[in-house]
Structures are given as structure tokens and as C-alpha cells.
């Protein structure tokens, strides 16, 4: 994976403010899509960013692109590389020749990751849906907690966060392999928090979608309107992760359900 995207990004933040507000729609949203730019024709791109396609080639070459190509190709290059072996995107790290792979470099790029993810979780969560979310997990009965691979210490922190606070949970997707043991116990009145992102566990998709066929009320978090965890009854929160040669993080993750955690704890049921 080459540092092209990282150097998109860092130009991006830094010109954003100076931006028209045309071009400031298709950066807000390119920064919280960048999976799906990776895939979308340039008409596509337009239609979200309710702007013409021409505004979409014109934001690409004042980032001194040749062309929606060329703009599009850093977003694959993004995308190969999060969907690589961890032995890989170490490999990227190790030229001995590149003072930029030092210790601290890595921790400004990671330190740089997080407070992108943070920023834009700040931007772009609805106060709305945020709280509709603690309802739905206040008001339940059990909160199950499901989050597999990247997203289990997520899970965990949230599971450890509500036992503090003596708030019925339950984890879903241990070590022991018994998952679906664990959905025998799941009443309709009990509510789901899912934590997943791109390139989705299988394992979490159809543990979903066994929720939903209970009648589980879920709160998703996951990182884009395309998700195969958006809940039919329900909501969903958007948290994207920024990545640093990609290795993502989850810095957002952590504090979204520091939130929830603490709304819930917070919360008046007989409000």
C-alpha cells in the first residue's frame, strides 16, 4: 500500500476551511466513504454528493489529479491494502533507507489516524439518532453485545463499561464458540448493540440478522448507509476509521461507546 491516500487526507484537512461549498460536500463525504469511493463511478459520486459529475472532476484535479481515475485509484490502492495480511502492511513499514517508518513517525501516524476517526465522529453523528440509540439500549431489558476480530475489544470495553454500572448484557461471540447458545436466552424486549466494519465478519452478518429474526430492537455502529448490519427496526450510527498504512483504528469506536455507556447509565426510564 503506497502513502498516497494518507497524503490525500492530510492536504484535505488542511485545505478544507479554504474550500468552496460545493467542493466541502464531496470532502465530507469522500473523508467518511472511502470504501465505497473506491467503487463508485463518477455519476454515482455526484448523486450522493448532490453536486455535478463535472464538480467531482474539478475537486479531483485541485488536488492536482489527473482525473476522477486518478483521484478513484488512491481508494483502491486504501482498500487493497486494509484487505491485506497483517505480515503485508508490515512489509510496507520496513525500508531501513526511510527515516518516515521511525518509532515516532509511527506514532504520529496512528496519533494522526485516531484524531481523524475522532474528528469525524464529532462532525457526523445526528444528536437525533444518538439518542433514539440510548433509548433503544436503555429501555431493554438485556443489551447483547456483539462485535467479532477488529471490533471484539470494542465489545469488550462496552461489556466491561455496563457491568460497572450493573446494566444487564450479554456478550455474544466469545472464545467459547457459542453463539448460538447465546441467542437462546434473547427475549423481544431486549435490545443489541452490533459493532461492525468493512469488510464485515460473515459470523457477526448472520448473528444479526438471527437477532432481527427474533424481533431484537439493534443499534449498529458501522461505517457506511451499505452496511450489511443497517437494522430494519432500529438505528444506525456511522463511525469511520481512519487508517495509517492500513492499520485502522479505533479510537472512534471507543469513544462512541464510551457515550452510550454513559447515557445509558444516566438515563431516566420513566422519562
Not at 44 to 54: G, K
Not at 142 to 163: E, K, N, Q, T
Not at 243 to 258: E, I, L, P
Amino acid at each position: 500500500m503506497t502513502d498516497r491516500y494518507q497524503i490525500f487526507s492530510a492536504e484535505l484537512g488542511e485545505r478544507y476551511a479554504s474550500l468552496p461549498p460545493r467542493l466541502k460536500q464531496l470532502a465530507d463525504l469522500v473523508s467518511s466513504n472511502p470504501d465505497d469511493v473506491a467503487h463508485w463511478t463518477v455519476s454515482i459520486l455526484a448523486h450522493h454528493a448532490n453536486v455535478q459529475p463535472s464538480t467531482v472532476v474539478r475537486f479531483a484535479r485541485t488536488f492536482d489529479f489527473q482525473g476522477y481515475s486518478d483521484f478513484q485509484a488512491i481508494f483502491r490502492e486504501r482498500l487493497r491494502g486494509l484487505a491485506s495480511s497483517y505480515p503485508e502492511r508490515l512489509q510496507t513499514l520496513k525500508n531501513p533507507d526511510d527515516a518516515a517508518h521511525s518509532t515516532i513517525n509511527l506514532l504520529t501516524g496512528f496519533h494522526r489516524a485516531a484524531i481523524t476517526s475522532l474528528n469525524s465522529l464529532q462532525e457526523k453523528t445526528n444528536p437525533l439518532l444518538l439518542d433514539q440509540a440510548v433509548d433503544i439500549l436503555a429501555k431493554a431489558r438485556c443489551i447483547h453485545i456483539l462485535g467479532l476480530r477488529r471490533s471484539m475489544p470494542v465489545a469488550r470495553y462496552f461489556a466491561y463499561l455496563l457491568a460497572k454500572m450493573a446494566i444487564p448484557h450479554q456478550i455474544i461471540g466469545t472464545e467459547s464458540g457459542m453463539e448460538e447458545e447465546a441467542l437462546l436466552t434473547v427475549d423481544p424486549t431486549d435490545a443489541a448493540l452490533i459493532i461492525s466494519y468493512a469488510s464485515y465478519a460473515p459470523k457477526t452478518v448472520e448473528l444479526f440478522q438471527k437477532l432481527e429474526e427474533r424481533g431484537v430492537s439493534i443499534v449498529s455502529l458501522t461505517d457506511n448507509k451499505n452496511s450489511p448490519v443497517i437494522p430494519k427496526s432500529g438505528v444506525w450510527l456511522q463511525v469511520a476509521e481512519a487508517d495509517f498504512h492500513g492499520f485502522r483504528s479505533n479510537a472512534a469506536s471507543v469513544v462512541m461507546v464510551m457515550t452510550l455507556a454513559t447515557a445509558i447509565g444516566n438515563y431516566d426510564k420513566n422519562r
